[in-house]
């Protein structure tokens, strides 16, 4: 947490923006309260996981922090959690054998983990980062289904992270699709960060903050770094200075809407560019299409037609003489309304 400190005589505020990476402070880490409650209601009924999204959008931060409350969100004192990040590893040795060593065991094969965990009393949750990596080197689909077996045995509880469209496995997996903050999120985050600070941000900077960020965790951090800058600097133009950073430096992947940089933010159709706002992954629906018009005269022949029917059904002339003058009156009168 920044706090404020003395220097050459003057109060210096540190920028707690600054900070762009992997949240590893439990007390930075804010909101995504409905992923986590996916993902710890599926650990809890034994089976493995898997976070996607786009870069950039939380992924790493969201498997870090499920590390540091899994003991206490699933009431287990003695649970041992491990995080590890995929993109150092050069194979799927190196994840059994790194979890093994850490369980007090020796050995680089799945059997190693296996013999491991049973040794081990305490149950066990592995936090995989960067499965995309694994993935894209043609190992991690092994891996991840090998896994998923050993968490099927009860033996092991296992959330994995990965970039894009997650790859479908043979193994069952929970899937948990990481997008956008919510405005609820949003707010909370901001608040964490400047908690001890002694700035605050207005109504008006947030929503300048969620329009020009779309809400993606990455940006969000960059324009509230510019933002947070302006309160200590009158006549700074955060916006001009994120945009231009957005702009040279995106976000790997993850790039900005166009319309961001056109104008104030996005339009509201760019909120779902990163899997919706809130995180939920919704896609919008079908558009339905629009219905044919129907015609004065389509609508009189219609009706003589059914005024025919009823003489057939009813041989009488009275049906058919009630239903010809229905028929002329609704037809005047829809196009009455429709001049």
């Known amino acids: 947490m920044s706090t404020p400190r003395t220097s050459t005589g003057q109060t210096v505020v540190d920028?707690?923006?600054?900070?762009?990476?992997?949240?590893?402070?439990?007390?930075?880490?804010?909101?995504?309260?409905?992923?986590?409650?996916?993902?710890?209601?599926?650990?809890?009924?034994?089976?493995?996981?898997?976070?996607?999204?786009?870069?950039?959008?939380?992924?790493?931060?969201?498997?870090?922090?499920?590390?540091?409350?899994?003991?206490?969100?699933?009431?287990?004192?003695?649970?041992?959690?491990?995080?590890?990040?995929?993109?150092?590893?050069?194979?799927?040795?190196?994840?059994?054998?790194?979890?093994?060593?850490?369980?007090?065991?020796?050995?680089?094969?799945?059997?190693?983990?296996?013999?491991?965990?049973?040794?081990?009393?305490?149950?066990?949750?592995?936090?995989?980062?960067?499965?995309?990596?694994?993935?894209?080197?043609?190992?991690?689909?092994?891996?991840?289904?090998?896994?998923?077996?050993?968490?099927?045995?009860?033996?092991l509880m296992l959330v994995a992270a990965m970039d894009g469209q997650p790859p479908l496995l043979s193994e069952r997996f929970a899937y948990v699709r990481l997008g956008a903050f919510a405005p609820a999120e949003l707010r909370l985050l901001a608040e964490t960060y400047l908690d001890g600070t002694g700035v605050q941000f207005t109504p008006e900077d947030m929503r300048a903050l969620a329009a020009l960020s779309v809400s993606h965790p990455a940006y969000v951090q960059r324009a509230a770094s510019h933002l947070f800058r302006s309160k200590l600097e009158p006549g700074y133009d955060w916006r001009a200075a994120y945009l231009t950073e957005a702009r040279e430096r995106p976000v790997p992947g993850a790039p900005l809407p166009p319309a961001v940089f056109e104008g104030d933010g996005a339009a509201d159709g760019e909120r779902s560019l990163y899997g919706g706002v809130g995180g939920a992954g919704a896609q919008p629906g079908p558009r339905l299409a629009s219905l044919p018009e129907t015609s004065p005269a389509a609508l009189v022949a219609l009706l003589v037609f059914a005024a025919a029917l009823a003489i057939a059904v009813t041989a009488g002339p009275l049906p058919a003489l009630l239903a010809v003058a229905l028929a002329v009156g609704a037809a005047l009168l829809w196009s009455r309304r429709r001049a």
């Open 15 to 155: 920028n707690p923006f600054v900070e762009r990476g992997r949240i590893t402070e439990p007390r930075q880490f804010a909101g995504r309260w409905s992923e986590l409650s996916l993902i710890f209601d599926a650990i809890q009924a034994g089976r493995p996981v898997l976070v996607s999204g786009s870069p950039g959008i939380g992924k790493s931060s969201l498997v870090s922090h499920v590390a540091d409350a899994a003991a206490v969100n699933l009431e287990r004192e003695d649970l041992q959690a491990f995080y590890l990040d995929l993109a150092g590893a050069t194979g799927p040795d190196d994840v059994y054998r790194t979890v093994a060593e850490a369980l007090g065991q020796r050995g680089s094969t799945a059997a190693a983990l296996e013999v491991a965990l049973l040794a081990d009393d305490s149950p066990t949750i592995l936090c995989l980062d960067n499965a995309h990596v694994a993935l894209g080197a043609g190992w991690g689909e092994g891996l991840l289904e090998t896994l998923a077996r050993v968490v099927r045995g009860g033996g």
